[in-house]
């Protein structure tokens, strides 16, 4: 098969561990056999998220006093594609993997008059407490919103319109390459009459890697993060998971936006376009949920 899987930035790091690389490691190399055995066998493509890490180097640049204005979120993705891409390469050849596993700095289109850059959704950064955050309000001009028992950092997350290196990751997918594309969403630009020019956004990785499943003709997309599967009233005493459901089911539900919302989209999008299978699921599930016996499973009928 050709698998699209997206790891999610929260997958990393779980809620409440502070934001270590070796933390963040650890759990790429207890989930490293059995992605690489997923790669041996399948047309790998993975896509991370980035909102703990690119907002921990968010905040670095804004209280960098060497600066004169701190460095824009384009660039700060692009920094953790190279820095999360490492890990992974790394990860899965110790893990055993005998192919070639290549990070691709990648550029993902946006449209300038997106909504999204009018209503932040995207969060980023640690947790903080409300007061806490709502200091940092005021001496870094940020947006903020809750998650959970804590409040964190939302930036503007525009639609992907285009993934400007699908055609290079096609190659490589055909040279029996694995490759991890468009991490965090890919590096956010708008096109115009000059080019290419990054923008102030964090674009979602889950719509992201629903977009490049659909184009490169993905037989499967999977969402891996922290939880074991979607949560209907998630947090309340009635909370109850989804496990094998299909686009009917999901009808007329709404779901947290900057969480599990654009998960659920992503896999309505790439299911009723694609007619594939869509999955959502804990990394520490990987194996179980790409095979559809855990997790959310999500198909047309």
């Known amino acids: 098969m050709r698998i699209v899987i997206a790891l999610g930035g929260n997958a990393l790091l779980r809620r409440g561990e502070k934001p270590d690389a070796a933390t963040q490691l650890a759990h790429l190399v207890a989930a490293a056999p059995a992605l690489a055995k997923i790669a041996a066998e399948h047309e790998l493509v993975l896509v991370h998220g980035n909102g703990p890490q690119v907002g921990l180097l968010a905040l670095e640049s804004t209280t960098d006093t060497s600066l004169s204005r701190s460095y824009p979120l384009s660039d700060l993705v692009a920094e953790t594609q190279g820095m999360i891409g ?150 309340s005493p009635s909370e109850r998971p989804l496990r094998d459901v299909t686009l009917a089911d999901l009808t007329g539900r709404s779901f947290p936006a900057g969480s599990m919302g654009p998960k659920i989209a992503a896999a309505v999008q790439f299911v009723a376009t694609t007619h594939g299978r869509a999955a959502i699921g804990a990394l520490d599930d990987t194996t179980a949920v790409v095979a559809g016996t855990a997790g959310t499973q999500l198909t047309t009928t």
């Open 86 to 235: 490492y890990w992974i390469q790394q990860a899965l050849t110790n893990a055993g993997l005998m192919h070639p596993v290549v990070t691709l700095v990648t550029q993902t289109v946006v449209d300038q008059n997106d909504p999204g850059f009018i209503t932040p959704t995207k969060f980023i950064g640690s947790g903080y407490s409300e007061d806490k955050a709502h200091q940092l309000v005021k001496r870094n001009n940020w947006t903020i919103r809750r998650d959970g028992n804590n409040w964190r950092r939302v930036v503007a997350s525009p639609k992907p319109q285009r993934i400007v290196e699908l055609d290079t990751a096609e190659i490589l997918l055909q040279h029996h390459t694995t490759v991890v594309l468009a991490g965090g969403g890919g590096i956010p630009v708008t096109e115009g009459p000059d080019g290419l020019t990054g923008a102030e956004a964090v674009v979602d990785k889950d719509h992201a890697a629903a977009l490049i499943a659909t184009e490169l003709k993905a037989d499967l997309l999977v969402m891996l993060t922290d939880v074991p599967a979607v949560y209907l009233d998630y947090g």
